[in-house]
């Protein structure tokens, strides 16, 4: 019984081979549950009979006593064994029903641990191959940042419902930036170009968004460091 979380385990430990050992572990605490109100419906149907036995040996004494009312204590006295023996046929329906009702819990927590059981493991093996993923995904995104480094190439995209720049780490570097996020506003890179090149951008930019004509422009940018100009070459696609 785990006291800190209230719940019933059922522990089974064997040797899959010299030196290890395994546990397997089942959550019991629903059978625990309903076997402990079985016991508590026993004791509480014995505790009815102890009574009932107590009442008629109480009526026996009476007979005893009182033998001008034998006649109207016999027929009181069939009346309550009658009662009884409905009570005992009532206690065992329920004991029968308990019994059905135990015997199915059972089979639902045995099958749903085994449910759980795979689901664990489906979950395990799924989580391993997102670990597996990532790393990759890592090896690869700093392959490329080593790339775009050496060839001083950055890549970007634009979102043209916000207007927020995804930037590669090149790019932050080429214009300047600080890398501490990988968007930036492109409102803030347009007022970076100077001012003669920035009809002929505006003007690219607008032939690429309405006609999709090939955006390839040289411009120059005063970086956002150092306040130093580059000349950049930038080539877009939608």
């Known amino acids: 019984f785990a006291g800190e979380i209230g719940r019933h385990y059922s522990i089974y430990a064997y040797c899959p081979e010299p030196g290890c050992f395994a546990t397997l572990f ?70 029968n029903t308990l019994t059905t009702v135990n015997d199915g819990l059972e089979y639902k927590i045995s099958e749903r641990t085994s449910d759980l059981l795979a689901a664990h493991e489906e979950l395990s093996a799924q989580y391993d191959e997102l670990q597996q993923t990532q790393k990759v995904l890592l090896i690869s995104e700093s392959r490329l940042n080593r790339a775009q480094n050496i060839a001083k190439v950055g890549d970007w995209e634009v979102d043209l419902k916000s207007l927020n720049v995804w930037a590669s780490e090149e790019a932050f570097r080429i214009y ?24 002929r951008m505006d003007l690219a930019l607008k032939a690429l968004l309405e006609k999709n004509e090939p955006y390839d422009v040289v411009y120059s940018v005063q970086r956002e460091d150092n306040g130093l100009l580059r000349s950049i070459h930038s080539v877009a696609k939608l």
């Not at 605490?29 to 309903?34: D, G, L, N």
């Not at 300047?176 to 920035?198: A, C, N, Y």
């Open 26 to 95: 089942s959550d019991i605490t629903e059978r625990t549950r309903m076997e402990e109100e079985l016991r508590q419906s026993h004791a509480y149907m014995e505790k009815l009979v102890a009574q009932r036995t107590r009442e008629l040996e109480n009526a026996n004494e009476a007979l005893t006593a009182q033998n001008e009312e034998i006649t109207a204590m016999n027929e009181e006295l069939t009346a309550q064994n009658e009662e009884i023996t409905a009570m005992n046929e009532e206690i065992a329906a329920l004991n």
């Open 176 to 199: 300047g930036f600080v890398h501490r996020t990988p968007h930036l506003s492109l409102q803030k890179i347009q007022r970076m170009v100077s001012q003669e090149d920035r009809s």
